[in-house]
């Protein structure tokens, strides 16, 4: 539309400028063109200036004349003007016709006939005119004369035969050229220009058609296609047209194709030869070529297709006969092998290939399916050859094996398209070409060997290249993989049972890294299979053979069945294995057979195996948790345990399993060390389990020799191979260190990680799976690598620590190896250099100690200033740096010898030695060798016994020299013991079963050690006080850990308790046993200060209780994890827990409750309490009564004696122990308030009869306030206590006389009945105790129990103060009466009254423990404890306890409870310090207090008098019992009529309640 504008705009100034503007644009567009009568340049812009003049001359912008000469003007610049100024008359001619007016048409003729007359020809117009147009402007004088004349003119041209193109037309000129060409394949030598000449002379005389001659022409060539060189110049230079030449090769392929027969070899050749010397295009070719690309690509398709449905087939039960199967898959065979023969597409592949034309063969290929083409197998086989003639050379130089003897096969010689390699790094081009062969290679096998040869030659070289020559490599590197992916492994599935091949395959694979193997094993399993359609039949069939195999497979036919899995396995081992490994995961039963049966298999299979091992164990489809979620699938630990038993019997790489179980902990997916956990047990023979049993725990404690022997389940035979494999695997790439340290962070977070939805029971399940795996690794590591390996390998304890985050305990597990090896190291360096001192004279024992020492001392001094920051300063105050190190490097083997395990294991081999001697039929030779290896193992156990003898005197030698500077004076017992507990015995008593008896040993080390400011008393008593918390946070088989060290602690604890010799003679005069503590900081060597046996006998009783206590507490928790815990604890301490008759009864009561309760809800709870109740029944006749167990009675004398002793001295007495069990909740350690003020003083107690007094020289500064609130909290409980003993008692005077009227049948089941009503007491107590001990904190110090609980009433400020000793034993018995009361109550008793008189009780029982506190306190004792403040406070709230006790005495209730606290007390020193105690002891008093109403109401009075006058010095007691005198009185009176009444109601239902009672 631009050009139109500008066209008028020069129109318009036409006469001036336009037409000069015009000729000027028209010159600078025909500038360009060439002078050869065409118009060669961009001619569009000329095109329009032409047009737009033609169509402004028709609108009438100027006269036709003025057009006329301006078109003149332009055809003479160039000569190709005319043509185009036709060619737009042409164009304006069609658009003028369409026009409606006929003024523009009658202009156009009028134009043409000037242009006509001027410069253009009537043939040009002749030529792009319509005849209409062409005779109005007179170029032709008729239209229909003109219309004949064309006609005929083009059929003469066209259709008018001139040549002769059939043989019978002119047989002499085409027997002439026959007989030409003919000459050449008789082998005569000539030219092809003299042969053209003479086929032109021919031509030229005998008029035949040059068609049909070229048609000859190729015929001979195709009779004669190895005269390429004179057949190929002779084509080219007697036609040039490449079209004409594809056309006749065409028809050719046409004919054969519409005939249905067979398309030649022969034209084959000779296309491809057209084609390879580009006498023919390829793509003017194809079209002629059948079948089409659409009927190919439908036969790949229904290939593929047919070939899964095969796969279908193979799956599915068919009744059909294996004869029509066989039938049909026959014809199939050759209905495909009929298509191969009809493709004209494969059969010129196949002709390119032969001839060396890749160029053109690929270009083919790529146009068909993939590979569709090399699927036939002449393709295959073409390429196979082509790439063998290309590698021949290299071969020969570089691979072939010396000796060996290989066809020569020459590569094509006028091929252009290919280049023989000449080097290793050119390759990569012959690399790709084998990549088009894919699985078809296996159609020539000996290809594949050159090929794995070749490519351990290349991959050799490039190790060893230099650093700037492997970038050069990495080409040829990238493309050997891409070969053996995509060719060599396919193609091996294709061969039958080929072992050799697969060896040499695994000799090439083996030099690459495992991930690299791993993938293209991945990518020939899961990608190959499912692309090509022989290898989905292979893998049907491959899969369907394997069942038949594993369904007949047992233990007896493993040898022949396991051929077959070989035969299998060799060419298709992921198929294979895939469904092995499925059948295993279902039946675990399956792994001992497949084991066995897998000795067939190649190294190349054994890889495949590994991969196929770890991609089955990563499959995200199978749920790892069971429906439960709290247990591990049966699948994976099916796995595992064929993992651990495969990769021990045989030899296979483990790194990429070790690998993926590191991937999966930094993942924070613990699961999978189940697998490293059975390849350890399997391969190491290292085992961690609970179960083990006390030989070999004992055992453990020995040197390396004796632990393989008797240390675990099975014999360590035959690991040496197998751990050297497992080491050398986890050495690569540091994955030992590496899996320690994630499996000791995984161990301290499994429990924040998972979530809260995650079950408990998998906690800690994954837990001890980290914790065991763990030792297990450590414990490897530390036998296996030598001590400088193991040192290079593993990072300082610091690091581990502050870098890697690891817990104290796992750094010290890792690291005290190293310790060992370095003291050992300096101990041998210092040993030589004494002894090089010493002329080379032999070192005695006490040198050697002392090198030790030295030795020790300057290997720890480092550590212990890496220490120092591992915990905060103030934790040395109380343990030295020095002593951490000690507890933490030392092991079992360093404190004690286990000589009968060594007695044990040899007696064993001399009895196998002895056996041997008897057993006549082995051979003579055989049992030599036998009894030689027995005797050298007895050799080597004492020789492992001797040095350790000598070790441990070592090690006992360096504790005595350091341990007095291992616990400071600078804080109390108390906290050096909390500390030494938390820091130390807890965290490595749960660590592994032989720590744990470790922790008990080294306790009883320092002991015997006479540690000074260590208190052993003081270590124990906090060892048993309360277990509940501890036990609540531990797993399950850390519960059994702990179990095993209460039991070791237990066991030394009733060693002493057995004789008293032994207990003189072991603890009599040892510091730990010092129950006064000098406020100077020296123990006191008086021997009142010491603890006597008898008072030690109740020390073990409280224990005893203490434990039964916490015991009874778990099990009643409703809590899985603690009730688990605490029957798996109990199971543990059975020989030594309970020892008390009376305490086991009320432990088999609680369990068999569990028992009742949890067997339909959680069995593995039932099955625990089944198996402890058994065990516990069992036992039952090796416990003892509780007054055999420990004397109840204390004799006067002692307390006599101990009241008159100058220093302050235990409290002896039971009843201190009372009282002191009963303060101990509520009371603080006044060693923790004194610490800031109190210089170089320090004090130590203990709750129950044990109470340890301080003299100090200073002033003590108490909080009064906050102990009179505690006092109070504490008189409540106690008060409760002794409401229960006074009913109970009014129960026992009932039985009493209704025991003088019943027959003596039934008073011998009363007193059976008695026996259970007092357990069901000692029941009552305990839960009354539990309560009030779970109210108080689990962190309470045991000097805060018995700072109070000394003296009974815990005067504060007092040195050593007995008890008033009337007090605590009319207290037992008020607890025994009560609670004997309880077991008889009736179930008709009112809530209403119980809850008055519990209140009641309570307010009485706060007035009548302040009175009895002040009468205990002295004078000057009250002014220094209690402001004036505090006592007008106390004295207002007695007054007001006072008038509410006046207002309620009117209740029945209350005065019955005033009645009973009026009974007589009596004198005698009772211990109520356990339910059994309490029990007996009441039944000792009821059995005297068969007396009158009177003499009870004397004897009454008389009590009360005596505590009157015992009161008057305390003037606010004085006051309250002259107010409260009257009422008692009246009361009394009352009380007696409503206990007639209450006696008779509980008697109606004292029968009832006794049938009701088991």
């Not at 008028?8 to 336009?18: A, I, R, Y």
């Not at 020539?444 to 060893?464: D, E, F, H, T």
């Not at 109740?1173 to 167990?1189: C, P």
């Not at 229960?1284 to 009363?1310: C, F, G, L, M």
Request: proline share 3%; glycine share 4%; aromatic share 6%.
């Amino acid at each position: 539309m631009a050009q139109f504008m500008e066209i008028e705009e020069l129109c318009k100034t036409w006469e001036k400028t336009g037409r000069s503007e015009f000729l000027k644009q028209c010159r600078s567009q025909i500038a360009l063109a060439t002078n050869d009568g065409i118009i060669s340049a961009d001619s569009q812009g000329l095109r329009d200036a032409l047009y737009g003049i033609i169509w402004q001359c028709l609108k009438g912008a100027f006269k036709p004349d003025v057009a006329t000469a301006a078109l003149a003007d332009v055809s003479h610049m160039h000569p190709g003007i005319g043509s185009l100024i036709a060619d737009t008359f042409s164009i304006i001619d069609i658009e003028t016709v369409c026009l409606e007016t006929k003024s523009e048409r009658e202009i156009l003729f009028e134009l043409l006939k000037l242009c006509v007359k001027s410069f253009l020809s009537g043939s040009m117009l002749k030529e792009r005119m319509e005849y209409e147009t062409l005779e109005e402007i007179k170029v032709i004088q008729s239209k229909l004369t003109f219309s004949q004349k064309y006609v005929r003119l083009k059929t003469k041209l066209f259709y008018k035969q001139q040549k002769f193109n059939l043989l019978r037309e002119e047989s002499e000129g085409y027997s002439k050229l026959g007989a030409e060409l003919a000459q050449l394949s008789c082998g005569t030598q000539t030219n092809h220009e003299q042969l053209l000449e003479s086929i032109k002379s021919l031509i030229g005389c005998f008029d035949l058609d040059p068609n049909r001659v070229l048609d000859i022409i190729l015929e001979a060539f195709e009779c004669s296609p190895q005269m390429d060189q004179l057949f190929v110049p002779l084509l080219q230079n007697y036609m040039c047209e490449p079209l004409t030449i594809c056309h006749v090769l065409g028809f050719k392929f046409h004919f054969y194709k519409e005939e249905n027969i067979a398309t030649p070899d022969s034209l084959q050749k000779v296309a491809a030869l057209l084609l390879q010397h580009e006498l023919v295009d390829l793509d003017d070719l194809y079209p002629h070529l059948m079948p089409s690309d659409t009927d190919i690509m439908q036969t790949y398709k229904k290939s593929i297709t047919e070939a899964r449905q095969f796969a279908r087939k193979m799956t599915i039960v068919l009744l059909s006969d294996r004869e029509k199967e066989e039938e049909q898959a026959e014809k199939d065979k050759e209905n495909k092998d009929e298509r191969a023969l009809d493709n004209q597409k494969i059969g010129l592949i196949e002709a390119m290939l032969r001839i060396g034309d890749w160029s053109h063969a690929k270009q083919l290929i790529d146009r068909l399916p993939h590979f569709s083409a090399v699927s036939h197998a002449p393709v295959a086989k073409a390429l196979c050859d082509l790439v063998g003639s290309m590698i021949q050379p290299l071969y020969k130089d570089y691979a072939m094996p010396k000796g060996a003897k290989s066809s020569s096969v020459n590569p094509p010689t006028n091929s252009k398209s290919i280049s023989v390699p000449k080097a290793l790094l050119q390759l990569s081009p012959t690399f790709r070409i084998c990549n088009y062969l894919g699985p078809y290679a296996g159609s020539q096998p000996v290809l594949i060997w050159k090929l794995v040869r070749l490519g351990k030659v290349l991959l050799n070289k490039r190790a060893s290249a230099q650093e700037q020559v492997k970038e050069q490599w990495e080409e040829v590197y990238r493309n050997l993989l891409s070969l053996i992916e995509g060719t060599l492994l396919p193609s091996m599935s294709t061969l039958d049972s080929n072992a050799c091949l697969s060896e040499e395959m695994w000799s090439l694979l083996k030099l690459m890294p495992y991930n690299i193997r791993y993938c293209l094993y991945g990518r020939w399993k899961n990608s190959t299979y499912a692309v090509h359609p022989p290898l989905i039949r292979i893998k049907a069939t491959t899969t369907d053979r394997a069942k038949y195999i594993m369904k007949r497979l047992t233990k007896d036919n493993v040898k022949p069945l396991g051929r077959q899995l070989g035969k299998l396995s060799h060419v298709n081992p992921g198929i294979l294995f895939e469904y092995v490994l499925s059948t295993i995961q279902r039946y675990d039963n399956f792994i001992g057979p497949v084991v066995d049966s897998l000795k067939y298999l190649t190294s190349l299979s054994y890889d495949v195996l590994a991969y196929c091992v770890i991609e089955a164990l990563a499959n995200p489809e199978k749920e790892r948790m069971k429906h439960d979620d709290t247990n591990l699938s049966l699948w994976i630990q099916s796995l595992a345990s064929f993992c651990g038993t495969v990769f021990r019997k045989y030899n296979i790489d483990l790194t990429g399993l070790l690998q993926y179980v590191t991937n999966q902990m930094k993942a924070c997916k613990s699961y999978d060390l189940l697998i490293l956990r059975e390849i350890i047990v399997k391969m190491a023979g290292i085992e961690v389990t609970e179960e083990m049993t006390p030989d070999q725990l004992d055992a453990l404690a020995g040197g390396e020799l004796l632990r393989a022997e008797g240390g675990y389940f099975s014999q360590v035979r035959n690991t040496k191979k197998s751990s050297q494999r497992l080491k050398d695997a986890l050495l690569t790439d540091s994955l030992g260190v590496a899996l320690c340290m994630l499996m000791s962070q995984e161990r301290f977070h499994v429990v924040f990680k998972k979530g809260i939805d995650v079950h408990v029971k998998l906690l800690g399940q994954l837990h001890d799976q980290c914790q065991d795996t763990l030792v297990q690794l450590g414990g490897f590591l530390a036998n296996q690598l030598g001590s400088e390996d193991y040192t290079k390998h593993l990072p300082a304890l610091s690091t581990m620590v502050t870098e890697f985050h690891l817990t104290p305990e796992c750094a010290f597990f890792l690291c005290r190896p190293m310790c060992t090896h370095a003291i050992n190291s300096k101990f041998d360096e210092f040993r030589k250099l004494d002894r090089s001192a010493n002329s080379s004279q032999k070192l005695s024992s006490q040198q050697k100690m002392q090198c030790y020492v030295k030795a020790v001392q300057t290997v720890l001094s480092s550590l212990v200033d890496s220490v120092r920051e591992l915990h905060i300063p103030k934790v040395w105050d109380d343990i030295s740096p020095q002593f951490y190190c000690t507890f933490w490097t030392l092991s079992m083997y360093d404190l004690y010898v286990p000589d009968m395990s060594y007695d044990k294991e040899v007696n064993k081999i001399k009895q196998q030695v002895n056996s041997l001697e008897d057993n006549k039929d082995m051979v003579s030779t055989k049992r030599k060798k036998e009894r030689e290896r027995h005797n050298m193992i007895m050799e080597k156990l004492r020789d492992e016994q001797k040095k350790q003898v000598e070790h441990c005197q070592r090690v006992l030698a360096r504790l005595k020299s350091e341990c007095d500077n291992w616990f400071t004076a600078r804080s109390t017992k108390n906290e050096t013991i909390t500390q030494f507990l938390q820091l130390c015995i807890f965290p490595r008593c749960c660590f592994t079963a032989s720590d744990a008896l470790y922790c008990a040993k080294f306790v009883l080390t320092v002991h015997q050690l006479k540690t000074s400011n260590f208190s052993t008393l003081l270590c124990y008593d906090r060892v048993f006080q309360d277990i509940t918390y501890t036990l609540a946070s531990c797993t399950e088989n850390e519960a059994s850990r702990y179990g095993r060290f209460l039991s070791e602690m237990l066991k030394t604890v009733q060693k002493w308790h057995s004789d008293k010799a032994i207990y003189e003679k072991e603890c009599g005069n040892y510091i730990g046993f010092v129950t006064v503590l000098r406020a100077s900081g020296a123990e006191s060597s008086n021997k009142a200060d010491q603890l006597d046996y008898e008072n030690f006998r109740h020390v073990c009783h409280k224990w005893q209780y203490k434990l039964t206590k916490a015991v009874v507490s778990c099990l009643e928790s409703k809590d899985y994890t603690q009730i688990r815990n605490t029957l798996i604890l109990l199971t543990k301490i059975l020989m030594y827990f309970p020892l008390v008759l009376n305490l086991s009864v009320v432990l088999e009561k609680r369990v068999d409750k569990i028992r009742a309760e949890e067997k339909d809800k959680r069995p593995d709870l039932f099955a625990l309490a089944m198996g402890y109740s058994g065990q516990l029944k069992a036992r039952k006749s090796h416990m003892i009564a509780e007054d055999q167990f420990h004397s109840k009675d204390v004799k006067s004398q002692s307390s006599s004696s101990t009241k008159k002793s100058t220093a302050p001295s235990t409290a002896t007495s039971a009843d201190s122990a009372a009282m002191s069990q009963e303060r101990s909740s509520g009371s603080k350690s006044s060693s923790n308030s004194h610490s800031s003020t109190t210089k170089k003083s320090y004090s130590s107690s203990m709750s129950g009869p044990l109470s340890i007094n301080i003299k100090t020289e200073t002033k003590s500064e108490t909080r009064d306030d906050t102990k009179n609130d505690r006092g109070h909290k504490e008189d409540k409980k106690e008060e409760k206590v002794k409401n229960h003993k006074d009913k109970t008692r009014k129960k026992e005077e009932k039985v009493t006389r209704q025991e003088k009227t019943t027959p003596s049948a039934e008073r011998s089941q009363e007193k059976v009945h008695k026996s259970k009503r007092t357990s069901a007491g000692a029941d009552g107590e305990i839960k009354e105790e539990r309560k009030s001990s779970e109210r108080s904190q689990r962190g309470e110090s045991i000097a805060s129990n018995s700072s109070h609980g000394s003296t009974g009433a815990a005067s504060h400020g007092s040195a050593g103060t007995v008890s008033h000793k009337a007090s605590p034993a009319r207290e037992a018995n008020d607890r025994e009466h009560k609670r004997r009361k309880i077991g008889h109550q009736s179930p008709n008793t009112s809530n209403s009254q119980e809850k008055a008189k519990e209140s009641d009780s309570l307010e009485r029982g706060e007035r009548e423990r302040e009175g009895r506190r002040d009468k205990e306190k002295k004078p000057g004792e009250k002014k220094r404890d209690h402001s004036e403040g505090d006592k007008e406070g106390h004295e207002s709230k007695r007054r007001k306890d006072d008038e509410g006790m006046r207002k309620k005495s009117s209740s029945p209730s209350v005065r019955e409870d005033k009645d009973k606290m009026k009974m007589p007390r009596t004198t005698s020193v009772v211990r109520p310090s356990s339910s059994g105690d309490a029990s007996t002891n009441g039944e000792r008093s009821f059995s005297k207090q068969k007396e009158t109403p009177k003499e009870s109401s004397k004897s009454r009075k008389e009590s009360r008098g005596e505590e009157a006058s015992s009161d008057k010095p305390v003037k606010e007691s004085s006051k309250r019992d002259s107010r409260g005198e009257d009422g008692r009185k009246e009361e009394a009176r009352k009380s007696k009529r409503e206990a007639k009444e209450e006696d008779r109601d509980e008697d109606r239902h004292h029968s009832s309640s006794r049938k009701r009672r088991p």
